[in-house]
């Protein structure tokens, strides 16, 4: 069979389409859910939107036909297989048939002797009963063929329906694989809508509802074709049963008929025997070797030759010459035969007939067999069917055969064969006459048909399943029914003609099957299992089609929604920014004012109205730009810029502004910076500042009136060799050591806090040991620490998500939008750090961050570091001693002197601080004593007292001058009223009250006020003397059309002490500006009538190198040009709009840098500052 | 007495002033050019606003004599006239003309000559408006200045 080339060509064509398959998948299935590939796949649809839409669908429909094509080469297949199978059993039928009808011939030709004839039908019944066995073999066979064929078309549909499911899968990985490819594009938000918008149209183009028509039509056809082809198969298959059926039948009847011929030819050909004998002995002899005893024993003893025959008997030929003489030989009268009482023939004596009637010849039984001896002496010449048969048999010399008729005292039917008898051997081409004349006598031999037939078929098999009739139909019109009954027409009947050896006699057999034919239950089972599968086969396809008709509209559903909420996002945004920048802009114009205001002669309470005016015009500003902030992270728009600066000073900046409200609340605040923390580190302080402003904003919002905040910064590298931890913060905060039998907890407030630790736990830089550091990147680990309500556990999942507080209530309580902890989130992940916290309810929260920094030199320049650097010195190498019960706060305390240089002992009391001092007297320890800070908590006025008397008579005993040089007594204290505070000062308990939070700006203050070498503030506003220091006496020329700006150029400039002369025109500009000139720089207006900025720079350039030409050939004298070796005045651009593109027009054009117009402070100064500030 | 004038007069300027802010009449760089004004050039304002309104009258002319022409054509002159009519009206402050001068411009880079037309007429209106209004501050001022003696507005 073809079947593996078959399958090899479908295996082909599979991958074939399976090809075509993956690439249109590609265009249609792309992941709605990332916007990234959406975008690159949307910029390609858009290419090959219409090519690969006609395409796709094209590809599809390969795909349903090449599963019809797949579904009906099985079936056909199938079919092609079982015809094979059927065929090969058809031919095989007629060849064995032919083979036992050559043997059958062979056997009967060479059967002139019985025991051959009877061996041979032995053989014969063997040979029919192998016949019968292998029959059955192969009706076998061939029902295993069927059946074999059949699970081989089921597999074959199943392999199909499997193959057609599994290749889209198969597709749909590969696919998933290309698209997990990287797609580095940046979706900018307008560009998808408007790609979107396109896409979309094309969907509407494309109407996927029609391809849904096409394939339901195409599912119908192939249903319908399922269903003609299961009723074709019906009636094939049917038509084969019926065609199998008459073959069985023919075959049969034939067989029969044969076998019935032959045995009638062997009885006659005895018969014909029996003739010779009796014209050799009974003729031939004299006497005669015969009489009717010997006769009679004779054909008794063979009568087993002649299984068909009655009887057999002979007749004399008698002329009526000789009736009389015979008569008397015999003793007996020839008898007329009785044709009128036939059937009563038994009844009837030989001696009750009547003598035959005169007649010309007569034929009288002589001889005859046992079986019927009743017909001696009757004239057979009498009776007018052997009477014909006996003439005609002499005529012939042949055997002849009357027509069926009732034997005499047989109630049967039967035939009579009639030999005539020759006295003399004839030859065979004798005329009729010469036979008559050498007739002598006659042989019949009557054949009992139905008993005949009988016989016969009881010897062959299935004689049950057919019935057999016999006809004698010699004439035509009117067959007589020689064997058989009539039965009911079941449809089928076999005709086989019979020669029995006499050819005026013809005979026909009739074989009809007993039953009607059974319903073919194999043809109906496998159409009706065709009809299924079909059917089957269709429900699935259906509810495929069904199915992606539904995907497809869901997924267009998805498209347009997802493309509508996009629309909404990139609205919402836009919404967000120009609202903002609308409010913006009249808010500046409010704060303008309010600053206006401020500057004005006010009263205090009036410049109090305006100052919180203004500040909470810049709270709202600041919301504003937390909203703006919110929705460009949303856009991812928000970059991180990389400035140095110190985070010391950021941090006191933070708490300095949460400090009113802290206080207020009487909550602690403190900030703790680890000292492995480099003093200035590379990052976005606006940004880092705004998260820790939003964390330590949160905290103070949540904590009421007791316990504290605490923000401590350190390496996460610190945190990640927890075994060696120096640090006594991160210690206290790694292991909450506390025993629970103390009231109070080792923590800055004394109040219980949750375990920091937890807080971190789960972030990935800190349990990844392995990671490759960069040496230039720092990473801080941040944790802002309270006590305050705490975040609900079923809240705590979604803290970060934007607008969303952890109790709708929440807002009602403590006010807030809830975005800050989103905007948070969002700017930690860029720092490429990680956001977490731990809290409990009732005990309060930990939020910790990381983020990484680079590491900044030291000496960068930054304004607010340098702003405290000049103090610093002073502090160095004093000592202070803090008396604080709390270990945690000391240290934070110590981390603030250290700032400053200031070395700090801790005591723990009061009275330890006493023998501390005591126990240091006189030391050099002692000398550099310079202040004594107490915390409110161990606050206790008699002691206080004790210290001061204790430190006085330590100095006079030391010789210390006592007026200045005692150490000074600072009170720490977190809430405090101004009154409260001067009380204490004026009682000379303390030297001065400082609040908490510590910051380095208020301890400097302090400590110099205290010290008494206080030195006033002079580092603010040097700029504008710089930028006048700068341009002072500088002769600058101004070029400009404008009356107006030239005027205010002049005028700005002036300020600045520069000497400033005007020109109107390039032109005028040209003439001024040609070496020798005593200018030190240009300004340019660019926009000029007659001669732009850029024409007049190009021209004043080529003069000023061709005089530097003729300079450095040493054509002209230095002298010449005013003692200037190389010629180059700096020329600034003034435009009213600046950009990038006119930034580089006017370096290209030989400008050296640009000014904006209406001139501002600082640009002007970074202008100016480059070109002056060397010379 | 005379001091009390003076604090009146000068509520008063800032008063006006304030409202020019709250209209959108001035911007800073008004501010600004007070700033620059000193010991050195006590009638530095005054001075440019004045060569501001006479450039400015003069500029307006010729716009009205390019538009009134019957074969008017020459949009490129008048762009030029406005270019520098923007950036004198930027440079004093006067944010309200220069937004009209944008959108003149722009009538003028399509050459629709009715909605220059119009563009000119709102011009000229809010050119007068602000002259008025400047004219009435210096007014002010000036009695400020007579007022309190030597003394001058902004402090440095």
Redo the contacts between chains.
């Keep these: 069979m073809s079947c593996s080339s078959g399958t090899g060509n479908f295996v082909k064509l599979s991958r074939l389409l399976g090809e075509i398959h993956k690439m249109s998948m590609n265009g249609k299935l792309s992941g709605p859910n990332c916007r990234l590939s959406a975008n690159f796949r949307l910029k390609k649809a858009k290419e090959t939107m219409h090519g690969s839409n006609s395409f796709r669908k094209w590809k599809r429909n390969l795909l349903f036909l090449w599963l019809l094509g797949f579904v009906f080469t099985g079936i056909i297949w199938f079919f092609l297989s079982f015809n094979s199978v059927a065929s090969e059993r058809n031919e095989k039928s007629p060849d064995s048939c032919e083979e036992k009808a050559r043997i059958l011939l062979q056997n009967f030709n060479v059967s002139k002797n019985q025991f051959h004839a009877l061996a041979s039908f032995f053989y014969e019944s063997d040979q029919n009963i192998s016949q019968r066995s292998a029959l059955g073999v192969q009706s076998k066979d061939c029902c295993q063929n069927l059946s074999f064929c059949m699970v081989k078309g089921c597999l074959l549909l199943l392999v199909g329906v499997l193959l057609s499911c599994k290749i889209p899968g198969v597709c749909l990985k590969c696919w998933k694989n290309r698209k997990n490819e990287p797609v580095p594009l940046q979706p900018v938000a307008q560009q998808l809508q408007l790609l979107l918008q396109q896409k979309q149209q094309q969907q509407a183009q494309s109407s996927p509802k029609g391809a849904g028509k096409w394939r339901k039509k195409l599912l119908i056809v192939f249903v319908l074709l399922g269903m003609l082809t299961s009723f074709w198969l019906f009636w094939h298959l049917n038509q084969k049963i019926i065609l199998r059926r008459e073959e069985t039948l023919a075959n049969m009847c034939d067989e029969r008929a044969r076998m019935l011929q032959d045995q009638f030819n062997v009885s006659m050909n005895h018969v014909h025997a029996l003739a010779i004998l009796v014209s050799t002995f009974h003729h031939g002899k004299h006497p005669s070797a015969i009489n009717q005893k010997t006769f009679g024993e004779y054909t008794e003893r063979t009568a087993f030759e002649r299984p068909l025959t009655s009887g057999v008997a002979y007749a004399l030929k008698v002329l009526h010459s000789e009736r009389e003489q015979f008569e008397k030989q015999h003793g007996w009268t020839i008898k007329k035969m009785e044709t009128e009482d036939q059937t009563l023939v038994q009844d009837c004596l030989t001696e009750n007939l009547d003598p035959a009637p005169v007649k010309d010849e007569y034929a009288p039984v002589i001889f005859s067999q046992e079986t019927v001896s009743h017909i001696v002496s009757i004239d057979m010449m009498s009776g007018k069917e052997d009477r014909e048969n006996i003439l005609r048999a002499r005529a012939t010399g042949k055997g002849v055969l009357t027509s069926p008729f009732k034997l005499l005292k047989f109630n049967h039917l039967g035939v009579v064969l009639t030999f005539a008898v020759y006295n003399k051997d004839l030859h065979p081409d004798a005329t009729p006459e010469q036979r008559t004349e050498a007739t002598v006598g006659y042989l019949g031999a009557s054949y009992d048909v139905p008993s005949l037939v009988e016989k016969l078929l009881q010897q062959l098999a299935s004689n049950q399943t057919i019935v057999v009739n016999v006809y004698d139909t010699t004439n035509a019109s009117a067959p007589i029914s020689m064997y058989g009954t009539d039965v009911t027409d079941t449809g089928l009947l076999h005709v086989s003609s019979l020669d029995f050896g006499d050819p005026l006699r013809k005979h026909e057999m009739h074989c009809r099957f007993k039953q009607k034919p059974p319903l073919p239950w194999m043809a109906i089972n496998a159409s009706v299992g065709v009809l299924v599968i079909t059917l089957l086969v269709g429900h699935i396809f259906h509810a495929a089609i069904c199915r992606i008709a539904k995907v497809e509209n869901d997924y267009r559903e998805m498209m347009e929604l997802k493309a509508r909420a996009e629309a909404a996002d990139v609205a919402k945004s836009q919404f967000l920014a120009t609202v903002s920048h609308e409010i913006r802009t009249p808010m500046n ?1 409010v704060l ?2 309010l600053k ?1 205001l401020m ?3 006010l009263d205090a309470i009036q410049r109090d109205y305006a100052e919180t005016a203004h500040n909470s015009g810049k709270d709202l500003i600041s919301l504003i730009n937390e909203v703006l902030d919110q929705a460009k992270i949303e856009s991812g728009r928000l970059e991180l810029e990389d400035v140095p600066f110190d985070l010391r000073s950021l941090l006191d900046n933070v708490l300095s502004l949460s400090s009113d409200k802290s206080n207020d609340k009487g909550i602690e605040l403190a900030v703790y910076v680890s000292n492995r923390v480099p003093e200035v580190v590379v990052g976005d302080p606006g940004r880092f500042r705004q998260i820790i402003t939003n964390l330590v904003g949160n905290s103070i919002k949540f904590t009421q009136d007791k316990g504290h905040i605490f923000v401590s910064v350190h390496l996460v590298d610190e945190v990640k060799g927890t075994f060696d931890v120096g640090d006594k913060v991160l210690q206290q905060g790694l292991n909450l050591v506390q025993d629970t039998s103390s009231k109070t907890y080792n923590t800055l407030s004394g109040f219980p806090v949750v375990e920091r630790w937890r807080s971190w736990e789960n972030f990935k830089i800190l349990n990844d040991k392995d990671t490759m550091e960069d040496p230039e990147k720092i990473k801080l680990l941040v944790t802002v620490e309270d006590t305050g309500v705490g975040i609900r556990l079923d809240a705590q999942s979604r803290i970060f998500t934007p607008f969303v507080q952890a109790d709708s209530s929440t807002s009602r309580h403590y006010g807030g939008t809830g975005i800050g902890l989103s905007i948070s989130k969002h700017l930690v992940e860029l720092m490429h750090g990680k956001i977490g916290f731990v809290s409990e309810p009732g005990i309060g929260s930990t939020f910790s961050f990381t983020g990484a920094f680079g590491k900044g030199e030291v000496s960068s320049p930054d304004a607010k570091w340098k702003q405290c650097d000049p103090v610093v010195p002073e502090f160095q190498g004093l000592r202070a001693l803090i008396i604080d019960n709390r270990s945690i706060r000391a240290e934070v305390t110590r981390y603030h002197l250290r700032r400053l240089g200031i070395s700090l002992d801790i005591a723990s009391s009061m009275e330890s601080a006493c023998t501390y001092l005591s126990s240091t007297c006189g030391t050099s320890e002692f000398a550099h004593l310079a202040m004594i800070l107490i915390d409110k908590d161990v606050w206790d006025q008699e002691t206080v007292l004790h210290l001061r008397t204790l430190l006085k008579e330590h100095g006079q005993n030391g010789r210390l001058d006592v007026s200045t040089n005692l150490p000074k007594i600072f009170l720490l204290g977190t809430s405090m009223s101004p009154v409260e505070r001067s009380k204490l000062k004026t009682a000379g308990f303390v030297d001065n009250v400082l609040m908490k939070p510590l910051r380095l700006s208020v301890l400097i203050a302090c400590f110099q006020e205290a010290l008494g070498n206080g030195r006033k503030d002079q580092v603010h506003r040097k700029k504008t003397s710089t930028l006048g220091s700068l341009l002072r006496e500088k002769r600058i020329l101004v070029v400009d ?5 030239r ?2 150029a002049e ?2 400039l ?2 600045y002490g520069a000497i400033v002369s005007c020109v109107e025109r390039g032109q005028d500009a040209l003439d001024k500006l040609k070496p020798p000139h005593d200018f030190d720089a240009c300004f340019m ?1 660019i ?1 000029m ?1 007659e001669m732009d900025g850029f024409e007049a720079t190009r021209q004043i350039r080529s003069a000023e190198t061709e005089v530097n030409k003729k300079l450095a050939s040493g054509e002209a004298s230095i002298e010449m040009y005013g003692n200037v070796s190389h010629w180059h005045v700096p020329i600034l651009a003034m435009t ?1 709009d600046v950009i990038q593109a006119t930034n580089e027009e006017c370096l290209k054009f030989g400008m050296d840098d640009y000014v904006s ?4 402070e600082e640009q002007l100064y970074s202008a100016v500052a480059r070109f002056f500030e060397s010379g | 007495m005379l001091g009390l004038g003076a604090d009146r007069l000068r509520a008063d300027m800032n008063r006006l002033l304030a409202f020019l802010f709250h209209q959108g009449i001035l911007d800073e760089q008004f501010l600004q050019l007070q700033q620059l004004q000193d010991e050195s050039s006590p009638n530095f304002v005054s001075e440019v606003v004045n060569i501001y309104f006479h450039e400015s009258e003069k500029l307006l002319r010729n716009l009205r004599s390019l538009l009134m022409d019957r074969e008017f054509s020459d949009y490129k002159k008048m762009r030029i006239h406005l270019n520098q009519l923007m950036g004198s009206s930027s440079s004093i402050g006067a944010k309200r003309v220069r937004n009209v001068c944008v959108a003149f411009r722009a009538a003028s880079e399509q050459n629709n000559r009715a909605g220059c037309l119009r563009a000119l007429e709102v011009l000229e209106h809010e050119y007068c408006f602000l002259k008025n209004k400047l004219h009435e501050l210096f007014q002010i001022e000036q009695q400020r200045v007579l007022a309190a003696g030597v003394r001058y507005p902004m402090q440095n």
């Design positions: 114009g303008g004012m206006m500057d004005a002669d059309d404008n009356k107006v700006n005027r205010v005028g700005a002036k300020k207006d926009q009538p009213a117009k209406p001139f501002e």
